[in-house]
């Protein structure tokens, strides 16, 4: 099959976490390039909710927001059948939703103790199934619909995909999938979880069609990191580099677009920095002050952690404990 070059121009983009952070910029950088987007997430903040509105009808390309729990399947197909039923079909997916160790889903408040969230009886960390189990979940229901779209969804406007007729997943790992994360193992682990599942996708590109890629950043100047006392503690803002979600964005566009990239790429972005990461040996980030790759007060994150673990309140099943 011939391959043809890919542009998002007159295409359909799904993307998770596109109320904030990383999703909003990706989002809107795709519709200034003429592609459609589904915004689904929780909720909008203000400024995503100005650009879903002035996206909303017209000539030009056109968003769509969906109130969506990323944690749910139920509603990730919802989200997926919206998009048929909006667009005829979709070509990209974006799952950027995710967390960074929150107290209510955090190693070092297990399920049981005062400050978890995580129930002690569930079996599961919201913050697994937020960063790592909804990415999964979400690239193989795009899958369903990319290479059988007259099962998946009868009424798609679409036929299956091929290196002709091109489709692509971007993912959103870290830095993190390749340093150990004292404060945020959770974190971490999912991280370098989507990393393996973008590499082990890889073939589908040249087989298919569908690329499966993934942008690993540094610190990223976001809502997760600026209005999160106990994560900027790590920071120091005049020496440590931050790179911008608009930044990150332009690399994922890139990523999508590139005749020169292939499937099961991983591309690290920091401060004037972008690089994609080798299988084999790699060198890891550079961890040089103001390459947006090193969190200069990071002992002082660390302390709370230890403080923590000297406090059976803080780390103790406690009143929650049901099983002694």
């Known amino acids: 099959m011939t391959t043809v070059p890919f542009s998002v121009s007159g295409k359909t983009a799904i993307i998770t976490g596109a109320g904030s952070g990383i999703g909003l910029a990706f989002a809107e950088l795709l519709l200034d390039k003429g592609c459609n987007v589904l915004f689904a997430d929780i909720a909008l903040r203000p400024e995503a909710k100005t650009v879903v509105e002035k996206h909303a009808g017209g000539g030009g390309p056109r968003a769509v927001f969906v ?62 199934d937020i960063n790592l189990t909804h990415p999964i979940r979400m690239t193989q229901l795009a899958l369903s619909y990319w290479l059988h779209p007259d099962a998946a969804a009868p009424s798609a406007a679409s036929s299956p995909a091929s290196p002709s007729n091109a489709k692509r997943a971007i993912l959103v790992s870290s830095i993190a999938a390749q340093l150990p994360t004292f404060q945020s193992p959770l ?36 809502p997760l990191w600026l209005e999160h006392p106990e994560k900027i503690v790590n920071l120091d803002q005049e020496r440590d580099g931050w790179v911008t979600a608009e930044e990150v964005a332009e690399v994922m566009l890139w990523c999508l677009q590139s005749d020169d990239l292939v499937g099961g790429t991983i591309v690290e972005i920091g401060k004037d920095v972008t690089r994609n990461i080798s299988i084999f040996n790699d060198p890891g980030p550079d961890m040089t002050v103001g390459k947006a790759m090193t969190a200069s007060n990071v002992k002082d994150g660390d302390a709370t952690v230890w403080d923590r673990l000297k406090d059976k309140n803080a780390w103790a099943l406690g009143q929650h404990a049901k099983h002694e």
Do not use: M
């Open 67 to 128: 109130q969506t729990d990323v944690r749910c399947w139920p509603q990730l197909r919802r989200v997926l059948d919206k998009a048929v039923a909006e667009f005829g079909s979709f070509d990209i997916i974006c799952p950027a939703a995710g967390v960074f160790e929150p107290a209510w889903s955090n190693f070092w408040h297990p399920p049981g103790s005062k400050q978890s969230g995580d129930d002690d009886d569930g079996g599961r960390y919201a913050l697994l």
């Open 187 to 222: 974190y971490g682990a999912s991280k370098a979880a989507i990393s393996s599942f973008v590499r082990s996708l890889g073939r589908l590109d040249s087989s298919l069609g569908v690329r499966v890629n993934a942008v690993a950043p540094g610190i990223v100047r976001t």
